[in-house]
């Protein structure tokens, strides 16, 4: 599946959802002017046969059509932006609305640290941070879903039943359905959906509030009153408008549905796993996967499965039958449901695994590129083409990879990224200097600016830092990402500010610095309100190509200082942006494409179209290998440059059994 192209259909749905949104907001406006020039012209009419004149009726009234087209407006745009304002926090914001509990990361609840497990091996193999997860402890039956605007603050959410009814790899499956919804592009759709249907809303609740209101005086005032009549018309209107959007929602949920199970399957290459899961639900009868909580219908696009009652038309079904997705994988299915209880013991797990040896970065395979040999002397070449499929379309090598990494990490490594202080350290002892000297010439600098905690942390784990392949850092980084949320505003301002001085520390920034602290400030953005959410901005390549030259030398550079290599691996890239005819792709001199220039496009290509992005980062690829090898440190950085374009990149890996 195609990464861009998900991104690309994500983005122009969005588009057609503003219109259905445009007409509807028009709808509404004719229905209620309608109304309006009834009950004035019943107003006048009244009028004129009291005084005994003559009355025409008249269709067209410009200045109660601006009244009412203004008043509609502002109540769907007030009701809409609230909306879009409250859920501005992200996946955190939505999963606490449905009454979710934060599972922290430290947790020692069997079933909880058995979820934490899968949701960090999903993240490391996809390339992602690791999302925050939530339980919803009220709920026994089996449900999830995944919020948030884009994978910096993505939650995963899953109810009780979910980790009391579901082995692993049934919950591997859930749990993959809802990466394949951070990875498409679907969550900041479902977010947008729950802002218009509720502004639509409003509008019936302002007719409520009318017809309460008018109801509440005297019989002489009820017979008067036009308030009462207005508000029932504003109540009608209003339901209708949220009728036709939650049409919106379940078409919308429906097709993004069996892209997700397919995403699953084809992450896991365990179709027993999401149809095991599936049919556990089927097992619990009509309540299989129906949530008790009041918001849930205004999440029922967002759910692993139907979440409310089945609707009387089948159009407003939220998901497709159980029947009918269970089948996509298992075409003899005959449909019926072995009976599950709550009671009975789980038929699980098999015996926990040992802990294995760090995972080699040379083999077969690197992160879908074809290397030359097994021979970890020998330095991969790679295969471009393959780069970018995939990229959001991780496979069950890079879950293999992830779950051996994560098994083969200290366990100091691990307790550190799962805790807020120690994620710190554990960034900061990646920044530690190789150089005995120099390296405590940092400690007693961090001494001044980090907590004794902090920093006695910091010294403990620099030797397991140390010894770790250059490739575990950056799946060690989106670990402790996951961490860092928690930290208070203050808290990251200091943390940020002393990643700053640590980096400045030798007189020099080097291109594993600089990536390490682009990536932390890009997912830890949307945590600040002085930071605003990147959005796209550009949808032609021609006001970027400067941006890309930048990138595209400093990219050069990496592997080479030879002037003619360096030459060579832009001219392999260039020409893969597909610039329009006219704009200049030239080499750059070293002191225009240096650290603060590459920040500085890199914050501008972020705001491009997925199919934008899609070409920048082919023209990186062939850069990388136009030599025909790739550096551990030219892999990390191109892993680095896809993560702050929101393009999750897998590792660069490779199992050898």
Known sequence: MD????????????????????????????????????????????QAYVVNQTWTFSYWNPEILLWVGLATLAIIGIGSGYKAAALSAGGSAVSELMGGRLIVPTTQDPDERRLLDVVEEMAIASGVPRPQVYVMDDEDV????????????ATVTVTRGCLQLLSRDQLQGVIGHEFSHILNGDMRLNLRLMGIVFGILCVAIIGRVLIQSGMTGGSRSRGQNPLPLVGIVLLIVGYIGVFFGRLIQAAVSRQREFLADASSVQFTRNPAGITGALKQIGGLGVAGSRLSHAHAEELSHMFFGNGVSEPWFSLLETHPPLIQRIRVFEPDFDGMFAVVRYDEKRRDEPPARKPAPMPNLFGTVLGGMVLSSGDPGRPPVVRPHV???AIGNPTPLHLKYAEALRDSLPDGIKAAARDPGGAMALVYAMLLNDNKAERQRQLDGLRTRAD???????????????AAAAHAHLPMLNLALGALWHLTSEQTAQFLQTLDWLIASDGKTGMFEFALKKIITHHLAPHSSKVRRAVVQYYSMKPLVPDCAVLLSALARVGTAEPAEVQKAFEAGAPWLRAPDGAVMELLPGEQCGVEQMDAALNRLATASPLIKRNLLDACVRVVGADGVVQEREAELLRAISDTLDCPMPPFVTITD
């Open 452 to 466: 004794d905690a902090t920093l006695k942390q910091t010294v403990a784990l620099y030797d397991d830092v140390a």
């Open 3 to 46: 990464f861009f192209e998900q991104q690309a259909k994500a983005h122009r749905k969005t588009k057609w959802l503003v219109l259905y949104f445009a007409m509807a907001v028009l709808g509404m406006i004719a229905a209620i002017y309608i109304a309006a020039m009834l009950v004035f012209s019943g107003i006048q009419s009244r």
């Open 142 to 153: 089996i449900n999830a879903f995944a919020a948030g605007h884009k994978a910096s603050d």
């Open 387 to 389: 780069v970018l499929p």
